[in-house]
C-alpha cells in the first residue's frame, strides 16, 4: 500500500516537471513578448498592449475600448457630432435606478477622462435626486453650449437628438462603451 502511495507522489512529481518543462521550451522556442497590435484607420494608427486602444488625435493620445471599425455601424439619427464639438462642457446623464448603471457609469469616468485630454469638462449627474448628491440632469437642461448626453436603455443601440440633448441607446453591457466611443469618435472627427 506504501509503495502505491509513492509511486503516485512520484508520478505526480514527474508530471509537473514535464509541464513545467515543456512550457519553459514553449517559450524558448516560440518567444514569449508582450504582443503589441497596430490597425490604420484612416490616417490614423490605432495600438494596443491589452484592452485599451489608444491613438494620438490631434496631437493628443486618446484611449478607446473599441476600434472606429467596431462602432462606425452604430445607427446616428442625426448629426449629433456637430452639436458635440467645440464645446468647453459637455453634460452627461442617466437614470439613477437603471439596471445599467455600472456601464453607464464606466462609460462616463471614461468619456470624461478622454474629454479631459482635450480640456473639455464633462459634468456627470443623474435624471433625478439621487443619494449621492450629483446634480440633477435632464434633457430640459440642454443648450448648444452646453449640450447633455443621455444613456438609457433602449430595445436598439442607437444615437439620436430631441433638441441639444444626445440620446445614446443601448441594450447591453457593451453595447453603452460602444456607444460612449462612437460619441468620442464624432466628437474628435474620426466619424463623421
Not at 516537471?17 to 512550457?23: K, P, W, Y
Not at 462609460?107 to 443619494?131: C, D, E, K, P, W
Not at 445614446?168 to 462603451?177: G, K, P, Q, Y
Request: a neutral charge.
Amino acid at each position: 500500500m506504501r509503495e502505491k502511495k509513492e509511486k503516485k507522489k512520484w508520478g505526480t512529481i514527474m508530471f509537473l516537471i514535464f509541464i513545467m518543462v515543456g512550457l519553459t521550451s514553449s517559450f524558448v522556442f516560440f518567444g514569449f513578448s508582450p504582443t503589441s497590435n497596430k490597425v490604420k484607420y484612416n490616417d490614423l494608427t490605432f495600438r494596443t498592449n491589452g484592452n485599451v486602444w489608444v491613438a494620438q488625435i490631434n496631437g493628443v493620445n486618446a484611449a478607446f475600448s473599441f476600434l472606429p471599425t467596431d462602432v462606425e455601424g452604430i445607427f446616428a439619427f442625426d448629426d449629433f457630432s456637430s452639436l458635440l464639438q467645440n464645446k468647453f462642457e459637455i453634460d452627461a446623464t442617466y437614470d439613477f435606478n437603471s439596471s445599467f448603471r455600472e456601464p453607464i457609469a464606466l462609460a462616463h469616468y471614461q468619456m470624461g477622462l478622454t474629454l479631459n485630454s482635450y480640456n473639455i469638462f464633462l459634468r456627470q449627474g443623474f435624471t433625478a435626486n439621487n443619494t449621492f448628491n450629483m446634480p440633477i440632469i435632464t434633457c430640459d437642461d440642454a443648450t448648444s453650449n452646453v449640450p447633455v448626453v443621455y444613456f438609457k436603455y433602449g430595445n436598439t443601440t442607437n444615437i439620436h437628438l430631441e433638441g441639444s440633448c444626445v440620446i445614446a441607446e443601448a441594450s447591453t453591457n457593451a453595447d453603452f462603451i460602444r456607444l460612449k466611443d462612437r460619441l468620442l469618435y464624432g466628437i474628435l472627427g474620426v466619424i463623421k
